[in-house]
């Protein structure tokens, strides 16, 4: 964090105290980062590092000031993200993205700005804001989870599903969840009219849930019959369905794409209830 050297015997206080740290002896550790502030007065990584064990022992006020003693030392970029999370980990998103936009005027490239950036943005419901940031993060980690998670959402709700499987793509192997990357690859391939893929992979993501697995011959033979056909907005084609069968007698076909769409919206017991009923209509 800085180009002045510092104290040989400060260093070596630092770096027990970050060895305790790392144990989990927050309180010695505290102790000894005090030291080596005291051997040197500008020692902005000590300051740094005492607020993030504030941080973590919950003392959320300790932590702000200590990061904000830290700052009249240098605007750091790393400092200015610790103490933007403080923020945001109390919901003040408008604080919180003050400090990440002066971090990452300091260094345009910081990843963990640029995520928390995103991820500001998104619990705004600023979903374009949210895009722009977290493709910051993808470029210079293809792989990086969360972002590759939060972009494949907000990409499905702008129903930009080539870009949607490309960041499922990114993750597929790495993914912490994978009923939902298979989830959302059917999803995104039922929407392209992809339908034999789309059903192999919402099988996939079934079939993570003993439940509903009995569905796997069902859904295969459902593929021929859908395949052909384009639904649209599957909100919409639910709505009408169901107001037609209510309305008129339905046919065994009408059952099955009716429950075949409950699927693809993850509702499983209705759909499950639907077979059943159609078995006795």
């Given amino acids: ?18 060895d305790l740290s790392c144990r989990g002896e927050y309180s010695t550790a505290l102790k000894e980062y005090q030291h080596a502030i005291e051997l040197y007065p500008e020692f902005i990584e000590a300051y740094n590092n005492i607020g993030e064990i504030y941080s973590r022992m919950g003392e ?11 700052l009249t030392i240098s605007r750091h970029h790393k400092v200015l993200l610790n103490l933007g999370v403080e923020y945001y980990n109390r919901s003040d998103y408008t604080s919180a993205i003050k400090y990440f936009k002066e971090s990452l005027s300091l260094d345009v490239n910081f990843l963990e700005g640029n ?9 705004l419901k600023n979903y374009q804001m ?4 977290f493709a910051v993060v993808v470029r210079l980690d293809a792989r990086h989870v969360k972002a590759n998670y939060l972009l494949s959402y907000i990409y499905y709700e702008w129903k930009d599903y080539h870009r949607t499987l490309q960041c499922l793509d990114n993750i ?8 939902f990357v298979n989830k959302y690859y059917g999803f995104c391939h039922y929407h392209l009219g992809h339908y034999e893929q789309a059903v192999d992979y919402l099988t996939t993501a079934l079939e993570s849930n003993p439940q509903y697995a009995k569905f796997r011959n069902y859904l295969k033979g459902l593929t021929y019959e859908n395949k052909l056909h384009e639904v649209g907005d599957v909100d919409q084609r639910i709505k009408e369905m ?34 059943l009923s159609a078995r006795g209509a």
């Fill in 130 to 133: 949210a895009e722009k940031y």
């Fill in 60 to 70: 959320r006020d300790r932590a702000i000031s200590t990061y904000m003693r830290a």
């Fill in 115 to 123: 995520f928390y950036m995103g991820m500001a943005y998104f619990n």
């Fill in 1 to 18: 964090m800085r180009t002045q050297a510092v104290p040989k015997e400060a260093v070596g206080v630092y770096n027990r105290a970050l």
């Fill in 242 to 275: 169901e107001q037609k069968m209510m309305s008129d007698r339905p046919t065994l076909r009408e059952f099955s794409r009716l429950s075949m769409l409950y699927i693809f919206k993850g509702e499983y017991k209705k759909a499950e209830d639907l077979l």
């Fill in 172 to 179: 597929r192997d790495i993914a912490d969840d994978p009923s």
